[in-house]
Structure formats: C-alpha cells, structure tokens
C-alpha cells in the first residue's frame, strides 16, 4: 500500500517536445507528491510538488497534473531541452507524527532530450 | 550554505570490510535520513533521526548496518562485515520540522569487492 509506481524505467525525447512521465500510488492518505530531479554523481533535488487540494501545478516549463480520483500524476515537461537531462523521481509522502514527510520513491525515470 | 555534505564519495572496499558512511546535514536542521539507492530497488529509505535521536529504523536491512548521530552537526552509518550486495549510493538528507522537502548530499558510491 506504500508503493508508488513509476513509468516508463527511460525515456528519450527530441530537443523541443514534450517529456511525460506517470506515477500512480494506492495510498490515499498520501498529502504531499513531490518530483525530484537528479543528475548524474548529485543528489536528488526537489522540482516541484502538488499537494491534492488541486489538479494541476505548474512552474516554468514544468507542470504536474493529478487525479485524485484515479490516484494517478504525472510530470510534463514542456519544450524539453538537453539540460533536462536527468532521472526524474516522482514521490508521495505523509506527515509524520515528529512533524516531517515520510516519503516514499518511485523507481525512477531516466530522460535523455536529444538534440 | 555548503549543503549536505557526505564523505567519501567513493569507497571501495573488499567483502567482510567495515564501512563507515559520513554525513553533515545542513545547519539548523533537525531530520536527517540515510537512504540508498540502487538499480533494481530504487531509492529506499534506512532510518532517520530528529533531534539526533533514531526514530524509525525499520529500512536498516540487517544488523550489519548501524547509525549513530553523536550531534547535530554528524552522522554515521556503519556496514560491519560488508558484502557485496551493499554495493549501491548512500544519500543522506535533512530537513527541519515542518518542511516538505528534504534536501539531498552528494552521496557516497560503495563498491563491495
């Protein structure tokens, strides 16, 4: 039930279209769905987050889109480009009694935007 | 701020070695995790502590493993005998009450021979 499942395991996209990566989690009591970025040899860095008061959030180039109904989000990436370049981990996570987030990983999506 | 900050950042070493894993979390923070990441399981959760104290360990796969944060300012996580199937990135993060995001070190690679 802590699971998130993650799709596709890799992904290469032309310089200028558009990335999609899906995520889908079973535990409704998930608060907070957060996608973090990694490059290779550094860690994993928040990108943007949703909470599941609302269906849609967007920052630049990047929106993420839920479905609560569905228990579903996915990660858009708009006008991609090789600097996007990275694995991309979506998560969900649940406020702890102590006050922090509990977070559980996807498995990962490896994005490589060709030129 | 530097960040977190883990050392080594590569470790190679041979089955039945200890290992042993260091992390400076961001100052004024008071969570910190020891995740590790590998190819087939992901990124995995091993423990954490608040306030220094080791709240949820049940992440730790074995008792090979142990963690310590003597202070606020570090922390260890030690692998007695390692082998090779512990060979993955150990990231270690932190955060403060309250916040959302945790914010990742660098990692240290360790390669089990």
């Known amino acids: 039930q802590q699971q998130v499942k993650q799709s596709p395991q890799s992904l290469i996209v032309q310089k200028g279209g558009i990335s999609i990566i899906n995520c889908a989690y079973e535990?409704?009591?998930?608060?907070?769905f957060p996608w973090y970025q990694q490059f290779p040899g550094k860690g994993p860095a928040l990108l943007i987050a949703?909470?599941?008061?609302?269906s849609e959030k967007k920052e630049g180039r990047f929106t993420i889109s839920f479905n609560k109904s569905a228990k579903q989000f996915s990660l858009h990436i708009m006008d991609s480009q090789p600097g996007d370049s990275a694995t991309y981990f979506c998560?969900?996570?649940?406020?702890?009694?102590?006050?922090?987030?509990?977070?559980?990983f996807g498995t990962g999506t490896k994005l490589q935007v060709i030129p | 701020d530097a960040g977190v900050i883990q050392s080594p950042r590569h470790e190679v070493t041979e089955m039945g070695q200890e290992v042993t894993l260091r992390c400076k979390p961001i100052?004024?923070?008071?969570?910190l995790f020891w995740y590790r990441q590998t190819m087939m399981r992901g990124l995995e959760l091993l423990i954490y502590?608040?306030?220094?104290?080791?709240?949820?360990d049940s992440g730790m796969p074995e008792d090979r493993f142990s963690a310590k944060m003597p202070n606020a300012s570090f922390s260890t996580l030690k692998i007695q005998p390692s082998e090779p199937r512990d060979s993955a990135v150990y990231f270690c993060?932190?955060?403060?009450?309250?916040?959302?995001?945790?914010?990742f070190g660098p990692g240290t690679r360790l390669t089990v021979l």
């Open positions: 535990n409704t009591a998930f608060d907070y």
């Open positions: 100052s004024g923070h008071d969570y």
């Open positions: 993060a932190s955060s403060f009450y309250g916040m959302d995001e945790q914010f």
């Open positions: 949703i909470r599941p008061d609302v």
């Open positions: 998560a969900a996570s649940i406020k702890g009694s102590g006050g922090y987030q509990k977070v559980t």
């Open positions: 502590f608040n306030n220094n104290v080791p709240i949820d």
